[in-house]
């Protein structure tokens, strides 16, 4: 990992820390191309059980680094090269979204624009009670990047999407745990501890199982009845045929708790 973007493992889980506190981890090239880096990477890892993202300091992130972009930004670039450049970037977050890991964001502080984007694709969000949201892009002239349009509108409706994108408010924790735009709200103090404990029943979870879950919940979201049966029979099928569901089998027939493997 370079120095924008720290990496560390505990037992399964590995956090991912955007590492610019004194821009409020502001992403730039480097930090976006570790990050598709180390998620690609991880989700091929069978050590790796759980992803957990989050930032430096005091802020989760303040989304795409506008000093600098503003310094320096080549209005002469075509627009095809341009758009090619973002495209490729905004990788991480369907990264983050599908990778067959649970990814959990851990934010305190400002998490704005694609930083929230960020947050917004991972499968849980946990929110220190200093948290604040914005999408920020048309704050700064811009309509939005890093699917957050997409994220935000499946997670709280299209109603509550297009008022936080076309007024740019800012939102804090309790606001946004009301209308489901984040999992749980903790006090700042107690936010690693909290965020850990659930990264920690998860690691010590079904790993293949939690995979296929993850993929039927994400066909869901834009996939018809029918291909969703089709996909719930093959995945429900395939997981009862793993170490991990037979022995969860005996450990509700012996009224113990069950010891996965991840196999």
Do not use: W
């Not at 991912?16 to 992403?27: D, G, H, W, Y």
């Not at 992130?61 to 970037?89: F, H, I, W, Y």
């Amino acid at each position: 990992m370079s120095k924008v973007l720290l990496e560390s493992a505990d037992n399964g889980v590995v956090t991912i820390t955007m590492n610019r506190p004194e821009a409020l981890n502001a992403l730039n090239r480097d930090m976006l191309d570790d990050m598709s880096a180390a998620v690609t990477r991880l989700a091929a890892d069978p050590t790796a059980r759980v992803i957990v993202l989050t930032g430096a300091g005091r802020g989760f992130c303040a989304g795409g680094d506008v000093k600098n972009m503003n310094a320096t930004s080549d209005d002469a670039l075509p627009l095809s090269e341009r758009t090619r450049t973002l495209r490729q970037r905004m990788e991480v977050s369907r990264l983050l979204h599908e990778t067959p890991k649970p990814t959990i964001a851990m934010m305190r502080g400002p998490a704005a624009g694609a930083g929230m984007s960020l947050a917004l694709a991972c499968d849980l969000r946990i929110a220190s009670d200093t948290t604040k949201f914005t999408t920020a892009f048309a704050r700064v002239g811009l309509s939005g990047d890093f699917g957050g349009s997409y994220f935000l509108t499946q997670l709280v409706g299209t109603a509550k999407a297009r008022e936080m994108y076309l007024l740019s408010d800012i939102v804090g924790a309790a606001e946004a745990l009301s209308f489901n735009l984040v999992t749980r709200v903790v006090p700042d103090t107690a936010l690693e501890a909290e965020t850990h404990a659930i990264a920690r029943r998860l690691a010590d979870g079904p790993a293949i199982t939690l995979g296929y879950i993850k993929k039927n919940l994400n066909a869901a979201e834009s996939g018809s009845l029918s291909e969703l049966f089709d996909m719930e029979a093959t995945h429900h099928s395939a997981t009862s045929l793993t170490e991990d569901h037979k022995e969860a089998a005996r450990a509700f027939v012996e009224k113990r708790p069950p010891v996965y493997k991840g196999r």
